[in-house]
């Protein structure tokens, strides 16, 4: 009988301590915003904290690695790796696309250049 006085007393301990934790964060939940509320996190916060302005890459500032993908992807070169060897500026949309292209570099910069000459310019006869 005391082992069950005892389980008994423990799990209205826990149910108490349980209910005094949710009634004092309620208070607390209410005054939070709604995320309806909030900026988009592309344009404000830790994404968007540097982006350099008048900075010219490579490829137009284009993304390489979507440049080779076949996709004309607009970079801000807030993410960018500049050539040791000959001081070109290379501006990526992602760090992914950062990282790839550093496996690599010589060949990546070069299919990218290919890939953007293909992309823009017009073929003929059309």
Request: aromatic share 10%.
């Amino acid at each position: 009988m005391k082992r069950f006085a005892h389980f008994t007393t423990g799990v209205f301990a826990v149910t108490v301590l349980y209910l005094s934790l949710a009634s004092s964060s309620a208070p607390m939940l209410a005054g939070e915003p709604s995320m309806g509320t909030k900026p988009n996190a592309g344009e404000v916060g830790i994404w968007k904290a540097y982006a350099p302005r008048g900075m010219k890459g490579e490829l137009n500032n284009y993304d390489p690695i979507g440049l080779i993908a076949g996709a004309l992807i607009h970079a801000d070169c807030s993410l960018n790796w500049r050539d040791p060897d000959n001081g070109k500026l290379y501006c990526f949309a992602s760090a992914a696309s950062l990282l790839s292209f550093q496996e690599w570099p010589k060949t990546n910069s070069r299919k990218a250049s290919e890939a953007l000459d293909k992309l823009t310019h017009p073929k003929p006869g059309s």
